[in-house]
């Protein structure tokens, strides 16, 4: 359960910053791509937070 | 690029003929059950999601504000981050009370079926511009491949199939939140289609426009970079209100919901969604930039109004073009036909069947069904009025925004339906009629009229009259909700029935039922009561479904289990007719007694609910639950019988000891009135439970064990009227102790007849030798034959006699074979001898007849005195065992080293649930005061001191009947050879 506590931080933040993303369009220099770069590890944290979570719950 | 309206309208029905296809596969069971019900497939479901809006809406808006198109899928992918404390609440609220729409949760928490209509009205005014949008997109697209002049026409066509085949996959079920395995895969399928043609149309762009992403790289960093450059960024508040939206959106809107909640998919594939779908959403969204910098790369002007269909310009090819029509097509078929479906059973629910309740509908299934068939039709039908008459003129983002913003003034209600027990139905309504009333002024009627948004702003919030429109309604449409929803709710009463419903949806909380008796006494009285509402078929089939679900008998009478019925039957209504009908029939057909005692609370259930929430609960909450289940283990795994009656006589515990002792499972019996128990713990539970006394000693009862005596005490629960009454009772079986005892009486009764007999043989034994002498004395006095021979019967009675009471003394002294002392050869026929006289002098078992058959040459090496006592004991009992006219025969025989003694009766042999026992001390199958069980643990210790063994035979083999008890003794041999230790036979 403590993982889900986890998951609202991550989501939260992400809520909070993620005006940050919009910033990568138009400006020369940044990798067009970043903003699915930092989505996919998003997606890799949740998908580990998962996996502890199975874990967690199995004890 | 020009294809013509025949070739379009051919890909388009060819596209979804493969749709109906792909249902028919899994209907007819063409493709395996383990991919059907793969997690996958769910997964991809939920990409319904990613409507016409994701296809073209979001090229529209990457084109205006550049990745700020992106909100529309990461508010979603944050909504499914948070699976586990948002959906699956949700989810686990939905599956218990058959709950299959956003209007049927709010009914059944704030307790109104006007909540449910409101809720039903709002989803449909909002859902309209949505439905319009993707009609829209066919048309337009319709529109540029085919150039057609009305292409309103063939999507009215389109329209028409994709309603056919949700009326065909879709509403196959009476019961809304069944699965739908056949649509959930087309859905899937349609998902699958619209990601490959987006990704296709990405990769095209990337490496047929582009030299690949070095090369897209190096063209944003320079010749594209001013066209970037231009493109207007969302201020973070905009974007922030915007995740907000998409956020409710993705577990709001009526499709989601319907995909999310009432397709009855497990936790796990849920929990597993939670990072699934937003990989589906990133790989959707990844195509979209790509495909507007392709479009500009070419020179295409992206500017509105044809910026969402860029797609169709990226090359002169008609396979482009077609890939981008069967991406929109796919997208917006699976949204609409979805849409139809959840919607169709919202105002089923909340408005037709409210309006006309199906009571004694005679045939109600069917009915049903061909209502839900009609109205499918007739969303679908109404999201093309919309279209015609409205949507043409919007674009997509105003049509989708002002969707999603309607549908976002639920969230306050959703959250605090969760979070909130405190909220109330007078809140809700109020917070919510002024948010949609906001929403309606400010972007709907004017999607309508020519009218411009109607926004008031209140004081302070001037600041907002230059940001749009969309916005600005968000923005003071929520607010006025949240704060009239707030103000309301803490000025005004929360009903009773209400405060019950919070607890039940409240994440925090477990539901804490009642304990109250139905009218009905069983299922078959609950299915007679059930019919005069539904008929009598719908009735049986609704009480029987409930029954196999719970796994109850229709017999079954026990108070709670008719209240899990009750409640199941309910949920089970709401599934078919939603939760206010189900409420309402529920409450007047299956009523509780109003005579009954005051209501306490259902303990044994609420507990079950803790046990299956365990793993929700945090911190404090899960340090309790700890404390609760050590303690209820405790109680459970005592090694002496426990049970606890409810102040009305319900049985809310049965431990495992007391199980085991009676029998009876504790599931079978838990939630039964005490009255009810089976014999004879009825009389006996209920005797303690009216004694005043708290405790009752060695009650004999008759249980399947046989006789046993038990003791009980009781003592009362209740320390204060506030806490739950009712009583404990202790069970203990005294029954070996009671036996214990009367051996014991038994055994010191024979031991002072011992010493008597001693005591007795002494006296006998002085007059007997003075008898013994004056005959010796008669023979040397006389000649006198006669006399003579009369002195020598004299003597050899006296000798019997002598005999006699020397084994009586022998028997009475009977003493331990002293360890080391050697072992003398003793004669088994002399030992049978002795033992045989001692056993004829008991007066019972006189009618036996003996046999002592064993040669007497043969010698064991013993205790003589010892295997006296061991005959005696295996004889004795071998006479008891014996009927009159019975014969019982000693034998012996040499083997191997060994002498082999048997004792055979032709008895009744013994009770097989004792034969394990036999040698363990205080085991008899005497009746009590007869036996004292003390035989044959002394016979086996004695044949252990001598290295034997013994063998029991019941029956012998050669006998129907009776007992043969065999030992195995140490033979005598004069040339001293040692038993044979690896005698197979024995």
Same mark, same amino acid.
Request: aromatic share 8%.
């Given at each position: 359960?403590? %993982?889900?506590?986890?998951?609202? =931080?991550?989501?939260? &933040? ?5 005006? *940050? ?8 220099? %940044?990798?067009?791509?970043?903003? =699915?770069?930092?989505? &996919? ?5 949740? *998908? ?12 | ?986």
């Amino acid at each position: 359960m403590y %993982v889900y506590r986890i998951m609202l =931080f991550l989501v939260f &933040g992400g809520y909070l910053l993620s005006p *940050l993303l919009m910033s990568g369009w138009g400006s020369a220099g %940044v990798a067009w791509y970043r903003p =699915f770069v930092i989505w &996919g590890v998003l997606i890799a944290l949740t *998908l580990w937070l998962e996996q502890k979570r199975k874990l967690d719950e199995r004890r | 690029m020009s294809v013509s309206l025949a070739s379009l309208s051919a890909l388009g029905v060819g596209y979804l003929l493969l749709l109906f296809l792909c249902a028919l596969a899994v209907e007819r069971g063409w493709l395996p059950t383990r991919l059907v019900r793969h997690p996958a497939v769910y997964t991809l479901a939920l990409g319904v999601y990613a409507s016409a809006w994701a296809v073209y809406g979001s090229i529209e808006q990457a084109s205006r504000s550049g990745f700020g198109y992106l909100a529309y899928y990461l508010g979603a992918a944050g909504a499914f981050l948070l699976a586990p404390v948002l959906l699956v609440p949700i989810q686990r609220m939905t599956r218990t009370y058959q709950l299959a729409s956003l209007a049927d949760l709010f009914a059944f928490r704030f307790r109104s079926r006007w909540v449910g209509t409101l809720i039903t009205l709002v989803s449909l005014l909002a859902v309209l511009p949505l439905l319009a949008l993707q009609v829209q997109t066919m048309g337009n697209a319709i529109h540029l491949l085919s150039g057609a002049g009305s292409p309103e026409w063939l999507a009215l066509g389109f329209c028409s199939l994709i309603a056919l085949f949700a009326i065909l996959f879709g509403a196959r079920h009476s019961h809304l939140n069944a699965r739908h395995d056949s649509l959930l895969a087309a859905i899937a399928f349609e998902s699958v289609v619209k990601l490959g043609a987006m990704l296709a149309l990405g990769a095209f762009a990337l490496y047929g426009i582009f030299d690949g992403p070095a090369d897209l790289q190096a063209w944003l960093d320079g010749p594209g970079h001013p066209a970037q450059a231009e493109t207007a960024h969302l201020d973070p508040a905009q974007w922030r209100t915007l995740l907000l939206l998409f956020f409710a959106a993705a577990f709001l809107m009526p499709h989601m919901f319907h995909i999310t909640f009432a397709e009855t998919l497990s936790r796990r594939t849920l929990l597993q969604a939670g990072w699934a779908l937003p990989l589906f959403l990133l790989l959707m969204a990844l195509p979209v930039p790509l495909i507007l910098w392709g479009a500009q790369r070419l020179g295409v002007d992206t500017a509105d109004p044809a910026a969402a269909y860029l797609a169709f310009t990226l090359s002169s090819s008609w396979w482009v073009g077609a890939l981008a029509f069967i991406a929109g097509l796919a997208a917006a078929s699976g949204t609409m036909i979805i849409i139809s479906l959840a919607l169709s059973g919202m105002i089923l629910n909340h408005l037709v069947l409210v309006a006309h309740p199906p009571i004694a509908q005679p045939d109600l299934y069917r009915w049903l069904r061909w209502l839900r068939r009609g109205l499918i039709a007739a969303v679908i039908l109404g999201g093309w009025v919309f279209y015609r008459t409205v949507g043409v003129h919007h674009d997509l983002s105003t049509l989708g925004l002002a969707s999603f913003i309607g549908m976002a003034q639920c969230l306050p209600g959703m959250l605090a339906l969760l979070y909130w027990p405190g909220a109330n139905r007078k809140g809700m309504v109020s917070g919510l009629t002024a948010g949609v009333l906001v929403w309606l002024a400010g972007l709907w009627v004017p999607l309508l009229s020519p009218f411009p948004p109607l926004v008031i702003l209140p004081p302070g919030l001037e600041v907002l009259a230059n940001e749009p429109d969309w916005y600005v309604v968000t923005l003071v449409s929520l607010a006025a909700n949240i704060l009239t929803f707030i103000l309301v709710s803490l000025a005004t009463r929360t009903s009773a029935g209400e405060r019950a419903a919070a607890e039940a949806c409240s994440v925090d909380a477990v539901i804490r039922p009642m304990r109250l008796p139905l009218v009905a006494a069983n299922g078959e009285e609950i299915k007679h009561h059930l019919a005069r509402a539904l008929g009598e078929e719908v009735a049986n089939r609704e009480v029987d479904r409930a029954l196999t679900a719970l796994k109850l008998s229709p017999l079954d009478g026990r108070p709670y289990a008719l209240r899990r019925l009750r409640d199941r039957i309910q949920a089970n209504l709401s599934g078919l007719m939603g939760p206010s009908v189900a409420q309402d029939i529920v409450d007047r057909f299956l009523p509780y007694r109003q005579d009954g005692p005051d209501a306490t609370e259902d303990i044994h259930f609420v507990e079950s609910r803790l046990e299956a929430y365990r793993s929700r609960l945090t911190g404090l909450a899960r340090e309790l639950d700890g404390l609760r289940r050590y303690h209820r283990r405790t109680l459970t795994r005592l090694p002496v019988g426990l049970c606890a009656f409810g102040e009305d006589g319900e049985l809310l515990m049965w431990n495992d000891a007391l199980a085991e002792l009676s029998g009876i499972e504790g599931e079978s019996v838990i939630g039964a009135h005490r009255d009810t128990l089976p014999p004879p713990w009825n009389a006996l539970l209920g005797q303690i439970l009216a004694e005043p006394a708290s405790h009752l000693y060695k009650q004999p009862v008759t249980l399947a064990k046989g006789l046993r005596y038990l003791s009980l005490h009781k003592a009362e629960l209740h320390e204060d009227r506030h806490e739950p009454g009712g009583n404990v009772i202790l069970v203990e079986d005294h029954s070996e102790m009671k036996w214990l005892e009367d051996e014991l009486v038994h055994a010191a009764r024979l031991a002072s007849i011992g010493q008597l007999a001693a005591g007795v043989a002494h006296e006998i034994g002085n007059p007997i030798t003075g008898i013994s002498s004056l005959a010796q004395n008669l023979r040397y006095d006389t000649d006198d034959p006669a006399l003579l021979e009369t002195a020598d019967q004299i003597q050899q009675l006296t000798d019997r006699v002598s005999r006699i009471v020397g084994s009586l003394v022998g028997f009475a002294h009977g003493g331990r074979h002293v360890a080391g002392t050697p072992f003398a050869p003793v004669s088994m026929a002399a030992v049978t001898d002795e033992a045989l006289h001692l056993i004829r002098l008991a007066r019972s078992g006189e009618d036996v007849h003996y046999e002592n058959r064993c040669p007497p040459a043969l010698e064991v090496l013993g205790d003589g005195q010892r295997l006296q006592q061991v005959m005696i004991n295996l004889v004795g009992n071998a006479r008891d065992a014996s009927d009159p006219g019975g014969r019982v025969v000693i034998d012996a025989e040499p083997r191997a080293g060994w002498l082999l003694v048997s004792v055979t009766d032709e008895g009744h042999g013994i009770d097989e649930r004792v034969r394990d026992h036999l040698f363990e001390p205080f085991t008899t199958t005497k009746p009590a005061g007869e036996g004292t069980g003390l035989g044959l643990p002394l016979v086996y210790s004695i044949v252990a001191e001598h290295g034997g063994q013994i063998e029991i035979e019941s029956p012998p083999a050669e006998q129907a009947t009776g007992t043969r008890i065999q030992l195995w003794l140490p033979l005598n041999q004069e040339d001293g050879e040692s038993p044979d230790e690896s005698d197979p036979d024995r």
